[in-house]
């Protein structure tokens, strides 16, 4: 089953983004960044109802990728696209560029389409492009065009998938209702074992059947780890990268090393270069921190990072995590409550589709006095500190320590009980702050709970 067959009712937030994309005056062509198997092509080709014509190519065909061998102006290449696609155009049409970086030309396209023929709407999409271009030392035409990112789906996008319409309705209450929490709070246990790959959810509103996700996931993993044979240069390269990847989950949600990451005999500029690559394709993210107070916020490169992997429901499926773990009231036994953390991370991430922002997070390193806060919110100007606890307990020692160093005065706890707020003060010098108490499920509206 097609991964376009299995998601094609799925509303995905970025829709929304792509219709001011259309309206606006100012459009340029759009590139569409992702990592494979996120559902580029199948939020383009859902959104191609809103014109009336749709032209729809793939770089990975030799036909398609032929098209740009020509040496034609842009309205030529156009008519010539038209010509072996049989479409005759009418008023707005959309020109739809798949997997883009497998064509040098395409790219080199793009200028022209922005400078020809405004009239025309351009989006062209591709999951490795980064990696592709830098082989073939090509790049987009700066100031010609304009990026969107597409994520795995979101904890919104999982409801409204699973059509759990009450559910959603609730969550989007600001605060949600009291009697709504237990449920919510399943619902978002069910989300951090499934993840957001699309296929993945597909499988599992269809079947309810667990192994059957876990078969999505062997497939998809496998996938990714074939793919290095594209972008690596050697088969070292190979083998390192198929490495990293391998390791990757069980580092998430962890300050790393470079050397000898994963229990391997690996250098850190080897491993450092491996990372890299795979952070350009969106597999995972580095999280640099922060140690200063203001903004803007710059994160300390000589520091260890944190790595965010792409999905809570790879991460679990290639630790073997299964549907049994998430039966407890709290996410804190499943992996040490780190994947409390990966699944925040990925709400945050995926905020916007108009930029690739990575969480930040903020860290004191002093003799006898380290602490390390989970993430920093920027919110009107201002920074706001944010403690993730997968049960309803916990201390908030490094919450505490970056309030007593900063001008914070609200700062917002992640747990798993209800929402409420709460006047407190820190332990040592009695500094009063607010307590902005949030469910774990809710991380992805904090601005919402903010701004009340």
Not at 4 to 20: D, Q
Not at 89 to 109: C, G, K, R, Y
Not at 170 to 197: C, K, N, S, V, W
Not at 234 to 247: A, K, N, P, Q, Y
């Amino acid at each position: 089953m097609s991964e376009i067959a299995l998601t094609l009712g799925f509303n995905r937030a970025i829709s929304a983004e792509l219709k001011k994309w259309k309206a606006s005056r100012n459009r340029k062509p759009l590139v569409l960044r992702g990592a494979r198997q996120v559902g580029k092509t199948t939020v383009i080709k859902k959104f191609a109802v809103e014109f009336d014509s749709f032209i729809y190519l793939n770089m990975e065909l030799a036909a398609d990728r032929k098209l740009f061998e020509n040496e034609l102006g842009v309205k030529e290449l156009f008519q010539l696209i038209c010509l072996e696609k049989n479409i005759l155009p009418q008023n707005e049409t959309l020109l739809f560029i798949d997997e883009i970086q497998n064509s040098p030309n395409a790219v080199m396209q793009m200028r022209y389409f922005f400078e020809e023929m405004p009239e025309l709407f351009v989006i062209s999409a591709g999951s490795l492009l980064e990696i592709m271009m830098d082989m073939h030392k090509i790049s987009f035409p700066v100031g010609r065009i304009e990026y969107r990112y597409l994520f795995p789906m979101n904890f919104e996008e999982f409801l409204e998938a699973l059509e759990e319409k009450q559910a959603l309705a609730y969550y989007r209450q600001t605060p949600p209702p009291d009697f709504a929490h237990r449920r919510l709070g399943e619902l978002f246990r069910l989300y951090t074992f499934i993840g957001g790959m699309p296929e993945a959810v597909s499988r599992y509103k269809e079947t309810r059947d667990f192994t059957q996700v876990a078969a999505v996931y062997e497939a998809l993993f496998s996938s990714f780890k074939d793919d290095v044979s594209k972008y690596a240069k050697s088969s070292g390269e190979t083998d390192i990268i198929r490495h990293v990847i391998e390791s990757a989950p069980a580092e998430s949600g962890h300050r790393i090393t470079f050397e000898k990451f994963g229990n391997s005999g690996y250098k850190s500029k080897e491993v450092a270069s491996a990372l890299r690559i795979l952070e350009r394709a969106m597999l995972l993210y580095l999280r640099y921190p922060v140690t200063e107070f203001t903004l803007p916020l710059v994160p300390d490169l000589k520091l260890k990072p944190h790595l965010l992997f792409l999905d809570s429901g790879m991460l679990n499926h290639a630790l073997g995590i299964t549907g049994s773990f998430f039966k407890p009231d709290s996410l804190s036994d499943i992996y040490n409550g780190k994947l409390a953390e990966q699944v925040v991370g990925q709400e945050l991430l995926a905020r916007t589709s108009l930029r690739l922002e990575k969480p930040p997070f903020w860290v004191r390193e002093k003799k006898q006095s380290n602490a390390e806060l989970d993430f920093l919110l920027v919110h009107e100007g201002n920074l706001i500190p944010i403690e993730v606890k997968s049960g309803k307990s916990g201390t908030l020692r490094s919450l505490h320590s970056y309030i007593e160093h900063s001008e914070a005065k609200i700062a917002i706890r992640l747990y798993s009980g209800s929402y409420c707020v709460e006047e407190a003060f820190t332990p040592m010098q009695k500094k009063p702050y607010t307590l902005v108490n949030i469910p774990l499920y809710e991380a992805g509206r904090l601005q919402a709970f903010l701004r009340q």
